[in-house]
């Protein structure tokens, strides 16, 4: 069954706290998701494979660390998943970014895929998947199943804000993906908004509406 990660790490919280402001700006909304996903990239390699190399240091030989080089990919939710992908590319430069276009339709709020872009070697690279919002999760849902369509084989998706009731859509329909979570809020409203959440990720990220 997935597991799902709610960092309570202070920096993420005090950010998520001015994200949410309806005051904060388009431009310091941009530079906060920026830092939360870097901060949230550093928890969410926690796991990630070490290789034991000699080296020497100006006093003597020994044993050290390295990252065994596994093939990682960041896949954005377009829009509002893009930003995220540099403070993530911050901590894994040489991860692929490949990309899933998907638009809620606001009547049905159902998910409508308009773009799919991956990495060749999708079935080799182990992918977070991100997007700041998890609301009714069909958006999470739907570009899961493009990645697995396309071959892709071990998933964690990472958002900021979650509501309850995404986030047992998303482990009901792939069990097998880890959940990645800043704050797990409230509900979500009769338009299938996050409560009390930020708004509209992409509007106030890049400064439309
Ligand atoms: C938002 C958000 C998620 C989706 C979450 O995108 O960035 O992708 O809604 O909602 P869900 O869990 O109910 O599917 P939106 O459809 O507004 O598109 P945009 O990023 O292009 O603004
Ligand atoms: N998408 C958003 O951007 N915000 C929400 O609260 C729900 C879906």
Known sequence: MAKV?????????????YIRQKDTGTKEFRELVDEIATLMA?????????????????VSKTKSKVLSGKKLGVVPI????????DG????????????VGLYRDPKTLKPVEYYV????????RDFFVVDPML???????EAINSLKNRGAKNITFMCLIAAPEGVEVLKNAHPD?????????????????????????GDRLFGTK
């Open 5 to 17: 990660y709610v960092f309570d790490h202070p920096l993420i919280q005090h950010k998520l706290t």
């Open 42 to 58: 550093f928890e969410a390699t926690r796991d990630l494979p070490l290789d034991e190399i000699e080296i020497e240091t100006p």
């Open 78 to 85: 377009l829009r509002a998943g893009i930003g995220m992908v």
């Open 88 to 99: 993530i590319l911050k901590l894994i430069p040489a991860a692929k970014v490949g990309h």
């Open 117 to 124: 872009k991956l990495p060749n070697d999708v079935e080799e």
């Open 135 to 141: 609301a009714t999760g069909g958006s999470a849902v």
């Open 177 to 201: 993906v880890d959940i990645y979570i800043a704050a797990l809020d409230e509900k979500l409203n009769e338009k299938g908004y996050i409560v009390p959440g930020l708004g509209d990720a």
